[in-house]
């Protein structure tokens, strides 16, 4: 039940166009949603986060889509660019306390 | 956000020995966390660094193998006991702020056990 699960593993994306993450969960008691963002010998960085009372969220090119009911949440990467070439992790917390991580997705843009 | 450092950011250590590592935050924070990551995985929560009190360790995770200190509001170390190959990790400290739920993380200590 702590589990969040993570799709694909890995992500070939060309220039420009868009790039999608899925993520499932079970526990209905996480109420925060957030995206990391780690490049190769970096700590993870926030990227975009969602509660559960919002079924979008928008910032620049990065969206989050939340189904409640489904349990599922997704990142789209518009526009898709070489430097977004990363691995990202999904995650929920609860509480304001620890994460659960999801497994990661590699992610190349391919110019 | 909070600016977060670790030290120190890489090292090789001997089979056998222990390693601290320290985080600082710019700011006071409410929680610091010690994750540790394996190479090409996700990360794995080892404990909770409580302020002057003993840290809450994860299933898995022991007290005589992490052992952690969390002295004030704004550093804590963490030490890898007894160090053997299956040690070799990233190790990275994050941070949350009062009333919010962003955690945010430092760059990682690259840890390698020969």
């Known amino acids: 039940q702590q589990q969040v699960k993570q799709s694909p593993q890995s992500l070939i994306v060309q220039k420009g166009g868009i790039s999608i993450i899925n993520c499932a969960y079970e526990?209905?008691?996480?109420?925060?949603f957030p995206w990391y963002q780690q490049f190769p010998g970096k700590g993870p960085a926030l990227l975009i986060a969602?509660?559960?009372?919002?079924s979008e969220k928008k910032e620049g090119r990065f969206t989050i889509s939340f189904n409640k009911s489904a349990k599922q949440f997704s990142l789209h990467i518009m526009d898709s660019q070489p430097g977004d070439s990363a691995t990202y992790f999904c995650?929920?917390?609860?509480?304001?306390?620890?994460?659960?991580f999801g497994s990661g997705t590699r992610l190349s843009i391919r110019p | 956000s909070a600016v977060i450092s670790q030290k120190p950011s890489r090292d090789i250590c001997q089979r056998g020995t222990s390693l601290t590592i320290q985080c600082q935050v710019d700011s006071q924070v409410t929680m610091m966390f010690w994750y540790r990551q394996q190479p090409g995985q996700s990360l794995t929560l080892i404990a909770t660094?409580?302020?002057?009190?003993?840290?809450?360790?994860e299933s898995g995770f022991v007290i005589d193998k992490f052992p952690i200190s969390r002295p004030n509001l704004t550093f804590s170390t963490l030490t890898v006991s007894n160090m053997s190959p299956e040690d070799s990790s990233i190790y990275l400290c994050s941070v949350t702020t009062r009333g919010r739920n962003e955690q945010y993380f430092g760059p990682g200590t690259r840890l390698t056990v020969t």
């Open positions: 526990n209905t008691a996480f109420d925060y």
């Open positions: 660094a409580n302020q002057g009190s003993e840290a809450t360790y």
């Open positions: 995650a929920a917390s609860w509480d304001a306390s620890k994460i659960i």
């Open positions: 969602i509660r559960p009372d919002v």
